[in-house]
């Protein structure tokens, strides 16, 4: 059971756009800064997004986020077949003093 | 270009301790990053095990604190992770990963280079 809640699985048709969920609580989304990372089968994650919003040099704008309250929300457009992977939202959790991350969501590009 | 690379046993026999070293180039040990060990399953989800900070604070996962220690070599660019008394069920690739800060307080951080990973087998 991890703290922070994604769905298990999204899929949406190249071209189109796909949103990901991630649900916390106040003591780490609320308070804390999200990061949001992608996962290619047999690959280690790469960061897409920090500082809830920010994307890391070298990410296309097709990917971004957006946070409110303790929920936050992955966005990518434009899909293509190379974004099939796993996606993970992580922060800071004030109250275990550790680093929570969601169970991973798994994008099928149909 | 910053790079970490896991190295250790591939198999450790149950109740046994796993001891995981990671190399680090591009980046001193002991600048201002805190450097993390994160664990996956096969075919679950990420796990974080613990940090470590400018070579002496350290943060674990609650949930294994009992069983982890991360520590650093500052003489090799090193730090190093052992997990005691373990089971089938720490399992996993384990990840080095680099967490940079971008603000003054632990929640803003995010893992911006990782090793390509070690696969850890419990198993007698």
């Known amino acids: 059971q991890s703290v922070l809640t994604q769905p298990p699985s999204v899929s949406a048709a190249p071209g189109q756009k796909v949103t990901i969920s991630c649900s916390g609580s106040i003591s780490n989304i609320g308070i804390n800064f999200l990061s949001w990372y992608q996962q290619l089968p047999g690959a280690a994650p790469k960061v897409l997004i920090y500082?809830?919003?920010k994307r890391p040099s070298g990410i296309p704008d097709r990917f971004s986020a957006s946070k409110s309250g303790t929920s936050a929300t992955l966005g990518i457009t434009g899909l293509q077949t190379g974004d099939e992977a796993d996606y993970y939202c992580?922060?800071?959790?004030?109250?275990?003093?550790?680093?929570?991350f969601g169970g991973g969501t798994k994008l099928t590009v149909l | 270009q910053v790079q970490l690379q896991e190295s250790g046993p591939g198999l450790v026999k149950p109740s046994g301790t796993l001891s995981l070293t990671c190399a680090v180039s591009?980046?001193?040990?002991?600048?201002?990053?805190?450097w993390s060990w994160v664990r996956q399953p096969p075919g679950r989800g990420l796990e974080w095990i613990g940090e470590i900070f400018l070579g002496g604070s350290t943060n674990y996962n609650p949930s294994l604190k009992s069983r982890v220690t991360i520590s650093v070599d500052n003489s090799k660019n090193r730090f190093s992770l052992t997990l005691s008394s373990v089971t089938a069920a720490d399992t996993a690739v384990y990840y080095c990963?680099?967490?940079?800060?971008?603000?003054?307080?632990?929640?803003?951080?995010?893992?911006?280079?990782w090793g390509q990973g070690t696969l850890v087998t419990v198993s007698s």
């Open positions: 990963a680099r967490a940079t800060l971008f603000g003054g307080n632990m929640g803003e951080k995010y893992f911006d280079y």
């Open positions: 500082d809830n919003t």
């Open positions: 992580g922060t800071w959790d004030s109250s275990l003093s550790a680093v929570v």
């Open positions: 591009g980046d001193s040990i002991s600048s201002t990053n805190w």
